[in-house]
Protein backbone atom coordinates (compact mmCIF):
# COMPACT_ATOMS: atom_id res chain seq x y z
CA UNK A 1 0.00 0.00 0.00
CA UNK A 2 1.03 3.65 -0.43
CA UNK A 3 2.31 6.19 1.49
CA UNK A 4 -1.29 8.07 3.21
CA UNK A 5 -0.62 11.71 3.54
CA UNK A 6 -2.81 14.15 5.93
CA UNK A 7 -2.81 17.54 5.59
CA UNK A 8 -1.94 19.24 8.97
CA UNK A 9 -2.26 23.07 8.75
CA UNK A 10 -5.01 22.83 11.17
CA UNK A 11 -8.12 21.14 12.10
CA UNK A 12 -8.67 17.57 13.05
CA UNK A 13 -5.60 16.05 11.37
CA UNK A 14 -3.78 13.87 15.27
CA UNK A 15 -7.89 12.50 14.58
CA UNK A 16 -7.13 11.35 11.10
CA UNK A 17 -4.14 9.67 11.85
CA UNK A 18 -5.08 8.08 15.12
CA UNK A 19 -7.52 6.30 13.03
CA UNK A 20 -5.19 4.95 10.17
CA UNK A 21 -3.39 3.74 13.22
CA UNK A 22 -6.10 1.95 14.50
CA UNK A 23 -5.89 0.19 11.26
CA UNK A 24 -3.08 -0.54 11.27
CA UNK A 25 -2.05 1.90 8.65
CA UNK A 26 1.29 5.09 9.28
CA UNK A 27 -0.54 8.78 8.51
CA UNK A 28 2.23 11.58 7.29
CA UNK A 29 1.61 15.07 8.52
CA UNK A 30 1.71 17.46 5.25
CA UNK A 31 2.56 20.71 4.99
CA UNK A 32 4.88 21.36 2.33
CA UNK A 33 4.20 21.33 -1.42
CA UNK A 34 7.10 19.25 -1.97
CA UNK A 35 6.06 16.40 0.75
CA UNK A 36 3.16 15.47 -1.84
CA UNK A 37 5.36 13.83 -3.90
CA UNK A 38 5.96 11.41 -1.15
CA UNK A 39 2.57 10.34 -1.06
CA UNK A 40 -0.09 8.14 -3.01
CA UNK A 41 -3.36 9.64 -1.05
CA UNK A 42 -3.78 12.34 0.82
CA UNK A 43 -6.74 13.18 3.53
CA UNK A 44 -7.47 16.97 3.97
CA UNK A 45 -9.32 17.05 7.42
CA UNK A 46 -12.06 19.15 9.13
CA UNK A 47 -10.72 22.35 10.65
CA UNK A 48 -12.05 26.67 9.81
CA UNK A 49 -11.81 26.43 6.35
CA UNK A 50 -11.08 29.65 5.28
CA UNK A 51 -8.10 29.49 8.22
CA UNK A 52 -6.88 26.23 6.34
CA UNK A 53 -7.20 28.28 2.99
CA UNK A 54 -5.04 31.42 4.49
CA UNK A 55 -2.06 28.76 5.46
CA UNK A 56 -2.45 26.83 1.99
CA UNK A 57 -1.85 29.99 -0.11
CA UNK A 58 0.56 31.36 2.75
CA UNK A 59 2.63 28.00 1.95
CA UNK A 60 2.20 27.61 -2.14
CA UNK A 61 0.06 24.37 -1.58
CA UNK A 62 -3.10 25.24 -3.72
CA UNK A 63 -1.32 24.33 -6.82
CA UNK A 64 0.38 21.46 -6.17
CA UNK A 65 -2.96 19.63 -4.34
CA UNK A 66 -4.35 20.97 -7.47
CA UNK A 67 -1.88 19.28 -9.78
CA UNK A 68 -2.18 16.45 -7.06
CA UNK A 69 -6.21 15.80 -7.19
CA UNK A 70 -5.53 16.32 -11.55
CA UNK A 71 -3.36 13.07 -11.68
CA UNK A 72 -5.63 11.03 -10.09
CA UNK A 73 -4.39 10.44 -6.80
CA UNK A 74 -6.80 9.34 -4.02
CA UNK A 75 -8.30 12.48 -2.06
CA UNK A 76 -11.03 12.49 0.89
CA UNK A 77 -12.22 15.66 2.38
CA UNK A 78 -14.17 15.90 5.49
CA UNK A 79 -15.96 19.39 6.66
CA UNK A 80 -13.46 21.74 5.68
CA UNK A 81 -12.03 19.46 3.55
CA UNK A 82 -14.76 18.65 1.38
CA UNK A 83 -15.52 22.45 0.89
CA UNK A 84 -11.45 22.80 -0.35
CA UNK A 85 -12.72 19.78 -2.86
CA UNK A 86 -15.83 21.39 -4.33
CA UNK A 87 -16.61 22.58 -7.60
CA UNK A 88 -18.26 25.72 -6.33
CA UNK A 89 -18.67 27.12 -2.68
CA UNK A 90 -21.32 29.14 -1.39
CA UNK A 91 -22.36 30.81 1.75
CA UNK A 92 -18.63 32.19 2.12
CA UNK A 93 -17.17 35.21 3.76
CA UNK A 94 -16.82 38.21 1.43
CA UNK A 95 -14.13 37.96 -0.92
CA UNK A 96 -14.36 33.95 -0.52
CA UNK A 97 -11.71 31.33 -0.77
CA UNK A 98 -9.35 29.89 -2.62
CA UNK A 99 -10.57 26.06 -3.33
CA UNK A 100 -8.40 22.98 -4.52
CA UNK A 101 -11.75 21.45 -7.09
CA UNK A 102 -12.36 18.48 -8.27
CA UNK A 103 -15.62 16.97 -6.97
CA UNK A 104 -17.97 18.17 -9.37
CA UNK A 105 -20.61 19.51 -6.79
CA UNK A 106 -21.87 22.75 -5.28
CA UNK A 107 -21.01 22.74 -1.32
CA UNK A 108 -22.79 25.11 1.15
CA UNK A 109 -20.09 26.34 3.93
CA UNK A 110 -21.19 26.25 7.49
CA UNK A 111 -24.97 24.44 5.91
CA UNK A 112 -25.90 23.93 9.47
CA UNK A 113 -25.08 26.80 11.13
CA UNK A 114 -22.46 27.98 13.93
CA UNK A 115 -20.29 26.11 15.99
CA UNK A 116 -23.42 26.03 18.78
CA UNK A 117 -25.42 24.30 16.30
CA UNK A 118 -22.92 21.39 15.72
CA UNK A 119 -24.96 17.82 16.49
CA UNK A 120 -24.79 14.15 15.52
CA UNK A 121 -27.48 12.08 13.75
CA UNK A 122 -27.50 8.23 12.73
CA UNK A 123 -26.98 8.29 8.93
CA UNK A 124 -27.91 5.95 6.20
CA UNK A 125 -24.60 4.46 4.60
CA UNK A 126 -25.73 1.23 2.20
CA UNK A 127 -22.71 1.74 0.06
CA UNK A 128 -20.28 1.74 3.50
CA UNK A 129 -22.19 -1.17 5.10
CA UNK A 130 -22.14 -3.00 2.01
CA UNK A 131 -18.21 -2.55 1.33
CA UNK A 132 -17.21 -2.86 5.11
CA UNK A 133 -19.55 -4.72 6.43
CA UNK A 134 -21.04 -3.50 10.29
CA UNK A 135 -24.54 -1.69 10.93
CA UNK A 136 -26.30 0.13 8.27
CA UNK A 137 -26.04 3.44 9.92
CA UNK A 138 -23.08 5.73 10.52
CA UNK A 139 -22.60 8.18 13.88
CA UNK A 140 -21.79 11.54 11.54
CA UNK A 141 -20.38 14.50 13.70
CA UNK A 142 -21.48 17.57 12.40
CA UNK A 143 -19.32 20.39 13.23
CA UNK A 144 -20.34 23.96 11.74
CA UNK A 145 -20.70 21.35 8.96
CA UNK A 146 -21.23 22.37 4.85
CA UNK A 147 -23.85 20.15 2.99
CA UNK A 148 -23.74 19.62 -0.79
CA UNK A 149 -26.73 21.21 -2.70
CA UNK A 150 -25.88 19.63 -5.84
CA UNK A 151 -23.60 17.24 -7.98
CA UNK A 152 -22.83 16.58 -11.28
CA UNK A 153 -23.72 13.18 -13.13
CA UNK A 154 -20.83 11.70 -12.35
CA UNK A 155 -21.09 12.09 -8.71
CA UNK A 156 -22.51 9.12 -6.73
CA UNK A 157 -24.42 9.93 -3.52
CA UNK A 158 -23.43 8.21 -0.22
CA UNK A 159 -25.54 9.84 2.09
CA UNK A 160 -27.48 12.14 2.57
CA UNK A 161 -29.52 13.83 5.48
CA UNK A 162 -33.21 15.02 5.93
CA UNK A 163 -33.97 18.67 6.97
CA UNK A 164 -37.31 20.24 7.86
CA UNK A 165 -38.58 22.22 4.89
CA UNK A 166 -38.13 25.59 5.93
CA UNK A 167 -34.70 24.95 6.50
CA UNK A 168 -32.61 27.79 4.27
CA UNK A 169 -31.03 25.91 1.35
CA UNK A 170 -28.89 28.57 0.31
CA UNK A 171 -27.88 32.11 1.14
CA UNK A 172 -25.65 34.57 0.30
CA UNK A 173 -26.06 38.66 1.04
CA UNK A 174 -28.32 39.06 -2.19
CA UNK A 175 -30.68 36.02 -2.18
CA UNK A 176 -31.75 33.62 0.51
CA UNK A 177 -33.84 30.51 -0.29
CA UNK A 178 -35.88 29.21 2.13
CA UNK A 179 -39.48 28.37 0.47
CA UNK A 180 -40.09 24.37 0.18
CA UNK A 181 -41.27 25.37 -2.85
CA UNK A 182 -38.37 26.67 -4.25
CA UNK A 183 -36.02 24.04 -3.10
CA UNK A 184 -38.74 20.68 -3.20
CA UNK A 185 -36.34 18.04 -1.79
CA UNK A 186 -36.51 16.94 2.07
CA UNK A 187 -32.91 16.22 2.14
CA UNK A 188 -29.32 17.21 1.37
CA UNK A 189 -26.26 15.30 0.10
CA UNK A 190 -23.65 14.68 2.93
CA UNK A 191 -21.33 12.36 1.56
CA UNK A 192 -20.18 11.86 -2.24
CA UNK A 193 -17.72 9.74 -4.28
CA UNK A 194 -16.26 10.82 -7.63
CA UNK A 195 -13.89 8.62 -9.30
CA UNK A 196 -10.98 8.67 -6.32
CA UNK A 197 -12.32 11.84 -4.68
CA UNK A 198 -14.50 11.09 -1.74
CA UNK A 199 -16.48 13.72 0.18
CA UNK A 200 -17.74 13.87 3.76
CA UNK A 201 -19.37 16.73 5.39
CA UNK A 202 -19.25 15.14 8.64
CA UNK A 203 -16.24 14.00 11.27
CA UNK A 204 -16.08 10.57 10.86
CA UNK A 205 -12.14 10.86 12.87
CA UNK A 206 -13.89 12.02 15.55
CA UNK A 207 -15.99 8.37 16.35
CA UNK A 208 -14.50 5.13 17.05
CA UNK A 209 -15.99 3.53 13.78
CA UNK A 210 -13.20 3.37 11.23
CA UNK A 211 -15.27 2.16 8.31
CA UNK A 212 -14.74 5.59 6.73
CA UNK A 213 -11.21 5.23 6.50
CA UNK A 214 -10.98 1.34 5.47
CA UNK A 215 -13.26 2.31 2.60
CA UNK A 216 -10.80 4.92 1.52
CA UNK A 217 -8.14 2.93 2.19
CA UNK A 218 -9.38 0.17 -0.36
CA UNK A 219 -10.22 3.36 -2.80
CA UNK A 220 -6.77 4.52 -2.60
CA UNK A 221 -5.11 1.97 -3.75
CA UNK A 222 -5.13 -1.28 -6.03
CA UNK A 223 -5.14 -3.63 -3.21
CA UNK A 224 -3.54 -7.18 -2.46
CA UNK A 225 -5.74 -9.94 -2.00
CA UNK A 226 -3.55 -9.75 1.57
CA UNK A 227 -3.85 -6.63 2.70
CA UNK A 228 -7.82 -6.11 1.29
CA UNK A 229 -8.57 -9.37 3.70
CA UNK A 230 -6.39 -7.50 6.34
CA UNK A 231 -8.35 -4.40 6.32
CA UNK A 232 -11.48 -6.08 6.00
CA UNK A 233 -10.74 -8.01 9.23
CA UNK A 234 -9.98 -5.16 11.27
CA UNK A 235 -13.30 -3.06 9.97
CA UNK A 236 -15.82 -5.97 11.00
CA UNK A 237 -13.51 -6.69 14.24
CA UNK A 238 -14.27 -2.46 14.76
CA UNK A 239 -17.75 -2.94 13.75
CA UNK A 240 -19.18 -6.01 15.31
CA UNK A 241 -20.99 -8.62 14.26
CA UNK A 242 -24.59 -6.90 16.14
CA UNK A 243 -25.92 -5.10 12.93
CA UNK A 244 -26.95 -2.38 16.15
CA UNK A 245 -24.01 -1.49 17.31
CA UNK A 246 -23.43 1.96 18.23
CA UNK A 247 -20.41 3.90 18.43
CA UNK A 248 -19.56 5.73 21.44
CA UNK A 249 -17.27 9.10 21.66
CA UNK A 250 -14.85 10.02 22.58
CA UNK A 251 -12.33 8.69 20.70
CA UNK A 252 -9.43 8.78 22.48
CA UNK A 253 -8.76 6.46 25.21
Keep these: MGVVG ?69 VWGTCAGLIFLANKAVGQKEGGQELVGGLDCTVHRNYFGSQIQSFEAELVVPE ?10 FRGVFIRAPAVLDVGPEVEVLADYPIPSNKVLYSSSAVEIEEESAVPETKVIVAVKQGKLLGTAFHPELTADTRWHSYFLKMA ?13 VSEAASSSDPQTKYDLPIFR
Design 128 to 137: LASKEGGPET
Design 221 to 233: SELGEETSNALVA
Design 6 to 74: VLALQGSFNEHIAALRRLGVKGVEIRKPEQLQTISSLIIPGGESTTMAKLAEFHNLFPALREFVQMGKP
